[in-house]
DNA sequence: AACGATGTTCTCTATTCGTGAACAAAACAG
DNA sequence: CTGTTTTGTTCACGAATAGAGAACATCGTT
């Protein structure tokens, strides 16, 4: 593909390399990630700086990123409209079963919760909103996988050299692959120590009126507390996708 | 100012378009507003696409915002402390004056609130959070302006053809110069009805060590509750800017 | 005071960005 | 259903500039 404007790209990633670094980061460090001079590292920054995607601390000189990327940010949840629509069924969840209720989409090639209710439970497990992880790491993101046709399936499990998180993460795509025919067969997952060790999350999926995968939601909580009432949590679960699959307009046939 | 890499600059206005539009935008559309022609555009929002920058809707083929800049938001929130340390102090401002608390920064010629707490009264005011508006609009950003440089403050007063909100707003440079002068004799601000009506805000700033003014923090809400208690809510703002100061390691003269 | 690191500026050419027009593919109207 | 309009997409080319690399400036450190 040659229909990329190169400098923006590189202003792309270069915001990019701000998510896996400290909070500010220098000229020279930045032309080492990105493989470019530092002039036109120097470039870019000011460029993004006076459109406000990047500040610079005056006293150490380094560069952070700016306050337009929390506007845009702030955009694209009030865009989102499933996340509004959720608020209340994550509510109802988490009153329900105690526990951790999220909400997760695909974007591209990855997984994101957009959407969480935390439970009130004083020793709680929390996840990290917004960020992606890969689509195979936790259960609410292969509730979406499952559902995408085989060759994306394939090409998303291909790509990355599995991540392993825990010791009981996934070792072999054979694996995960009938893990995914169970899901759609079951029509929901439950899984134990995937991404997060001790810790159990069950999910299912929402559909939308033409029968297509809009999200999934999961239950997360301490294994030792989620195990003993799974059958209670993964009714809860389904009651919830099912009245808001049918909110969205979806036939169950 | 020629330092400027154009398709860059371009990339950063388009998304910034989306802040004041509805949620999807079409080719033909953004290249009036950016008045660029539609190849640009195009080759442009398909980079921005490939970074997660932007999503095209597969349906209308339109353009919205991506998610990666909801995961870079997030990190602009995470890597300024002054969020997280000022949570308490709102917190406590809050359960004092059982209204709004809000903190106030400063963005280059702008200011936005990058922290709230609403109050807990079932008809309350609240405020957009992240979002840009001019130094001189509301009690809070006065207060930042009120302790910038004379040049800096003209600067501002001179390039904006004086947003008027309300008919209370301002309507004359003198009338704001005036104010800003009173803000620092008195070390703090409190104004009825320029950015809302009906809407009354008390703002008093915070400082740090070096004694600059990094923030301010101002308590809003309807003026026919606030006005009869204003005594004992300016003692509570400037109680808290003080404790916020004093941890800061600002030293009163 | 000399050094080493940083951020910043400069010059120059290969690169590429942006234009404008042609194309495809929908949405719409008659 | 068919012609028409409007949309998104592709293309070729010349003018504009992005990026390299070195020199410069400005720190903090030794």
């Known amino acids: 593909m040659d229909q990329v404007l190169s400098s923006v790209r590189n202003g792309c990633r270069l915001l990019k390399i701000f998510l896996d670094s400290p909070k500010e980061l220098g000229v020279t460090e930045l032309s080492k990630k990105l493989q470019l001079s530092k002039g ?16 610079q601390n005056e006293k150490t000189k380094q560069y952070t990123l700016g306050y337009t990327l929390l506007e845009l940010g702030t955009k694209v949840l009030t865009n989102h409209d499933i996340v509004d629509f959720s608020k209340p069924f994550l509510d109802q969840l988490v009153s329900r079963t105690n ?3 999220v ?21 709680r497990f929390t996840v990290e909103s917004f960020r992606r992880f890969p689509l195979y790491s936790t259960s609410a993101a292969r509730v979406l996988l499952a559902y995408q046709p085989e060759e994306f399936q394939d090409e998303i499990l291909q790509e990355h050299p599995l991540k392993s998180y825990t010791p009981h993460s996934y070792t072999s795509v054979e694996q995960i692959k009938e893990d995914l025919v169970t899901i759609r067969e079951r029509g929901y997952e439950i899984s134990s120590n995937r991404r997060n060790t001790g810790v159990t999350g069950i999910a299912a999926p929402i559909f939308d009126s033409t029968g297509h995968i809009t999200a999934s939601v999961s239950v997360i909580g301490p294994s030792d507390r989620v195990m003993p009432k799974k059958d209670e949590i993964l009714q809860e679960t389904l009651a919830t996708v099912r009245a808001m699959s049918a909110q969205l307009g979806y036939r169950m046939s």
């Open 99 to 101: 526990e951790l209720a």
């Open 40 to 55: 036109a590292v120097h470039k870019l920054l000011s460029t993004l700086e006076s459109e406000g995607f990047i500040r």
């Open 103 to 123: 909400l997760c989409v695909q974007d591209s090639k990855d997984a994101i919760y957009v959407a969480k209710e935390d439970s009130l439970h004083p020793v």
